[in-house]
């Protein structure tokens, strides 16, 4: 690999970057704030079987939409790693995998 190839992401793959990022934030951040909205509405403070449901039928299209958005992203990724040898897009995807986990680990947690 070169040097010019290890070289800093342009300017336009840094913005795509920071939306990509602060779009799966936002989209993460959306989903704990249903859950804690969902949450208060059941006396008691618990979620049982039917908040469960409620839960993702409010937040299945944000989950879709996401899980497009991510796909579209691992399949860049995955073309920059084969054709050239580029794995920021990767490192890019995994941060925001884990981001994801987090978000939804600590939706299940507070429960």
């Known amino acids: 690999m070169t040097p ?8 336009r793959a840094m913005v795509l970057f920071v939306f990509y ?17 969902i949450v208060q509405m059941e006396p008691g403070g618990y979620d049982d079987g039917i908040s469960f449901m409620t839960f ?3 937040v299945f299209p944000i989950l ?8 579209l992203w691992g399949i860049k990724a995955l073309i920059d790693v084969f ?6 897009a990767l490192i890019a995807f995994g941060i925001v995998f884990a981001v994801w986990a987090a978000s939804l680990l600590a ?5």
């Open 4 to 11: 010019s190839r290890i070289a800093a992401w342009s300017p």
């Open 56 to 58: 993702y039928w409010k």
């Open 83 to 88: 054709k050239r040898r580029d794995f920021r």
């Open 21 to 37: 990022f602060l779009a799966n934030l936002a989209g993460a951040i959306l989903i704990f704030y249903f859950y804690h909205r």
């Open 107 to 111: 939706t299940r947690l507070d429960a």
């Open 64 to 71: 879709q939409l996401y899980f497009f958005i991510n796909a």
